[in-house]
């Protein structure tokens, strides 16, 4: 766990009192510990490890790139994925403490073999055309600015059969998962006949029309706690964005990446949604509990995240970690996808959102 000390010994308390001190004594021997000694962890609000951070994309695709001609992908090592490890957690690959975000790497000709966990996973793709991944049998093709989503425990893998290298975003929930101790995982075997029509039978069953579900005995049932839509375009969150901006006249909007037949995230873990502000918008500061990963897709800007500035660019990455005041500013039009665990802390009675100043 995250914060936990690699020595195994029960912490032992000190008191210039030699009674209190042996006491102390006597409760570390037995792996006691005094809460009155413990008074720091009762902060009055939230005071995150984390701390605010953002990886430029320059330096993320250089490596990612590296990578590709230096490490093959093999059994074992499953995957060609950068870990953005946030400064504040102590070595731990996490860009959060709820949160796993890295950026992966496949060139052309690659395959990334079929496996499943139960930490859950959403792919955001960054750059390239022509791969695919495949969920629990459904083959989706990647473009970039799509969401695609491998909820806990469904098999995937990855091939890139066309020409070009891709890289996406993958966020999981991992940390989390290893932090409740119920981290499941499995190698499967591979499918050499394994295709790719052009569209997914997820999309033709739930993302034909917004707000069309099927009924009837002849669609397959789906009660899983996550959306049975695996793929949200980015022609289809380019659309809706648009449409948004002209009905509110605002200078921002966002909207959300829902299961299209229930009201709910698209993963018990996970939200994902979508901000575009206009050129010269600057958003209003606002700070929420839990963990945020913001990833621009287009455009370029700032992010103020407590005292830190950062200029962003297009690919570039940042997180937010829990109750720090942050806001955008837009220098061109800017869209931003973010990942949080608020589905989490909402399912916990634990969500806290607030608006620390409005928007100018
Ligand atoms: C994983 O399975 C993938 O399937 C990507 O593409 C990133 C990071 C940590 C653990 C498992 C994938 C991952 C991962």
Redo the contacts with the bound molecule.
Sequence with gaps: MIGATDSMTTKRYTSPDPELDSYYGDLAAKDLQPLWELGEMFTSEPKAAAVPHRWRAADLHELAGRAGNLVPIERGG??R?I?LANPGLGGAPFIAPSL?A?V?FLMPGEL?PP?R?T?A?L?FILGGRGAYTVVDGDSIPMTPGDLVL?PGWTV?E?HNPGDEPMVWL?V?D?PLVIGLEALFFEQRPGNPEQRCPPRSASEMLYGQSAGLVPVGNQTPAFDGPSSPLTVYRWTDTDAALDALLEATSADEGTVRFRDPTRARDVMPTLRCEMTRMRAGATGCTQRQTGSQVFTVLNGSGRAQLAEHSFDLTAGDIFVVPSWVPWHLSADTQLDVFVTSDAPVLEALALFRRDQVEASR
């Design positions: 499953d995957r994925v870990g796993w890295g992966q990334a496996h966990h930490a996973a792919r491998t995937h990855h993958d999981l991992l």
